[in-house]
């Protein structure tokens, strides 16, 4: 054979046949994946498909039951726990993984610490800290602790850590879950950079637009098996949902039920002011979606979290059917029928180390109590109806909840809070890291919800996803309600103008 010009290029790491069990339960079935150098390389798949499992399968986290991994053509056993990063290949996890007590400096260089004449040179490496995180435009303090650290900010440690690391494939599990769409586009900006420079990037994500702007080849995973390797130009998002769910889809979200004007306010806030939030007033009607949008950091969950008493209010009032709700009582809420679900489901949300049915019922334990005792026939009846509303899907029934798959984490999330039967629902971030598949039965759950006379709070980054559900949209800047967005005013364009601060709300 002689090698023309477009002669196929040798991955730089591919996987052949993998398998892979957890006990007795097989998630991977003889998948086959391969990176190219110098691209970007988009997998995609359902919650609980295998991705993160075969991630972490490159990247030696996990080791395969079956089949075998290939670095520049050859066989390799890599190294187990981060210690294939010496071979140039990172692994960025889906729920992050740095330590809590570290600084920013020592966790990007936890492992390959910088000495000088036989001491650490902490000055050298809080330069170069410094220097990634400016070029990743990146305002974190080199010297904060992790713990300290908001969310998104972590999230650009990771990344920050991957760069710094001169890597050669860098998998990224769902890095952009919880950045803005700022921190979105210098990330990619970073990734394109980098790519064009020879390294090579897996994007997971269940965001299939950015999979259309970002990658170059696409692979989709479905129930733990390959069903297609192609260029992403070759496709459009609504084909890459359909290679996953395998199914057509119908129409994402459901039609709108514009409540009566007439109806009964549930619940309303009147000058509620936080540290951050000042002077927020809005009404809830029985029956309504009300969206809140705005920019990452404008205040959202912070006002939602002291409407729901889980944070303190410095001024204003909250009440519910009209009476007035105390502040700063979270059990008092859920007992006047308010719920809230927060964005954080791994640090408030779930007990991680519990299995399923003692997270779902944590809330509502009091309903499974029969003559003084736990009626375990009870729970269970529970645990099944909310996994068929829910469609939680885990192979293994008495996994750990931290071991589930983080859409289905979402969904179990959600079962909990609805446990409850509250007839006030505050979601923050209904969707995060949720297939396109489930978003969809999420949207069309909550319009069922809306329709029974249940008022739903939906606060999401997703601009589709408030415009798609809400029929008033409130938008936020700075800690302050700035718009309020009714019928054919809602659009991507007006909450841009309102979330940006290019237009004042004209009446009060
Ligand atoms: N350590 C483990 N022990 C037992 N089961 C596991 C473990 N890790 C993953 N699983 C199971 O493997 C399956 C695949 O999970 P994985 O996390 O790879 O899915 P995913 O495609 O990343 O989904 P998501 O989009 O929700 O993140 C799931 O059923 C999950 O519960
Ligand atoms: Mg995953």
């Known amino acids: 054979m002689t090698l023309g010009g477009d002669a196929p290029r040798t991955a730089v790491l591919a996987?052949?046949?993998?398998?892979?069990s957890f006990g007795e339960v097989q998630v991977l079935f003889s998948v086959d994946f391969d990176v190219l150098p110098g691209e970007v390389h988009a997998l995609v798949g359902e919650n609980g498909a295998g991705k993160s499992t075969l991630v972490k399968i490159l990247s030696g986290f996990e080791n395969p039951t079956s089949g075998r991994l290939l670095l520049d053509g050859q066989p390799v056993t890599l190294p187990a726990n981060g210690a294939a990063e010496a071979l140039g290949i990172v692994l960025i996890h889906q729920e992050f993984n740095l330590a809590e007590n570290l600084t920013v400096t020592e966790s990007l260089y936890l492992g390959r610490e910088v000495t000088r004449f036989g001491v650490l040179d902490r000055r050298f490496m809080r330069a170069e800290t410094r220097r990634v995180l400016d070029q990743l435009g990146s305002h974190i303090d080199e010297d904060a602790l992790i713990s300290s650290l908001a969310v998104a900010d972590k999230q650009m440690v990771e990344i920050a850590k991957a760069i710094s690391r001169d890597a050669r494939v860098v998998f990224m599990d769902e890095p952009t879950a919880v950045l803005s769409r700022e921190e979105t586009d210098i990330l990619f900006d970073q990734v394109r950079k980098l790519r064009d420079a020879g390294t090579s990037f897996v994007f997971v994500s269940h965001k299939l637009d950015e999979v259309m702007e970002l990658t170059d080849r696409v692979t989709v995973l479905r129930d733990g098996q390959w069903i297609k390797t192609a260029p992403t130009s070759l496709l459009d998002g609504?084909?890459?949902?359909?290679?996953?769910?395998?199914r057509e889809l119908s129409s994402l979200y459901p039609t709108k039920h514009e409540p009566n004007v007439d109806e009964e306010v549930v619940m309303s806030v009147a000058g509620l002011s936080t540290g951050?939030?000042?002077?927020?007033?809005?009404?809830?009607?029985?029956?309504?979606?009300?969206?809140?949008?705005?920019?990452?950091?404008?205040g959202r969950s912070e006002l939602m979290e002291a409407v729901a008493g889980l944070r303190p209010r410095l001024a204003g009032e909250v009440r519910v059917k009209g009476q007035v709700l105390p502040p700063g009582d979270f059990r008092e809420a859920n007992r006047r029928g308010l719920a809230y679900m927060t964005k954080d489901r791994k640090g408030k949300g779930l007990l991680l180390g519990e299995g399923m049915t003692a997270n779902l019922t944590l809330q509502s334990i009091e309903r499974h109590v029969r003559h003084g005792y736990l009626d375990p026939a009870s729970e269970a009846n529970a645990m099944a109806r909310a996994k068929r509303r829910f469609d939680i899907r885990v192979r293994?029934?008495?996994?750990?909840?931290?071991?589930?798959?983080g859409g289905n984490q979402q969904k179990l999330l959600l079962a909990k809070i609805m446990e409850t039967e509250p007839e006030i629902i505050i979601i923050d971030e209904p969707t995060r890291g949720i297939d396109v598949g489930t978003k969809q039965q999420i949207y069309h759950f909550i319009a069922a919800l809306a329709r029974e006379g249940r008022s739903i709070i939906v606060v999401s980054s997703e601009m589709p996803e408030v415009i798609g559900l809400c029929t008033r949209v409130a938008v936020m800047r700075e800690g302050r309600?700035?718009?309020?967005?009714?019928g054919e005013e809602i659009s991507e364009q007006m909450i841009m103008r309102y979330a940006a601060g290019l237009r004042r709300q004209a009446s009060a």
């Open 15 to 20: 996987a052949e046949r993998i398998s892979k």
């Open 238 to 246: 609504e084909a890459i949902a359909q290679l996953m769910v395998g």
């Open 276 to 298: 951050y939030v000042r002077d927020a007033s809005f009404e809830l009607r029985k029956g309504e979606v009300l969206g809140f949008s705005g920019l990452i950091g404008s």
């Open 396 to 405: 293994d029934e008495k996994v750990r909840v931290g071991r589930m798959s």
């Open 481 to 486: 309600m700035v718009g309020m967005l009714e």
